[in-house]
């Protein structure tokens, strides 16, 4: 079995998982450098270094410019 690390959704083979993860909901990250939303697959070769995929953005590296949207609180003043 294969498992999404975002929603724990299973899957049975490798294949099934990566399609997944190319529309899986919690896979959305963001980034506070540039504001721009995308895939997590769009921000990784390796799964292990991340940056922002905007060619004009340095953002980089989980937790410290990429954010899971669902970590991301709104602020209200």
């Known amino acids: ?3 999404c690390r975002n929603c724990n959704q299973s899957f049975q083979t490798e294949l ?3 399609l997944h993860r190319d529309t899986c909901e919690k896979a959305q990250l963001f980034c506070q ?3 721009d939303r995308f895939r997590e697959r769009d921000a990784t070769e390796d799964g ?3 940056e922002c995929p905007a060619e004009d953005c340095d953002g980089e590296g989980l937790r410290e410019d990429l954010y899971q949207v669902d970590d991301v609180r709104t602020a209200t003043h």
Do not use: I, N, P, Q
């Open 1 to 3: 079995m294969h498992t």
């Open 16 to 18: 099934a998982l990566e």
């Open 33 to 35: 450098v540039c504001g």
């Open 48 to 50: 292990w270094h991340y």
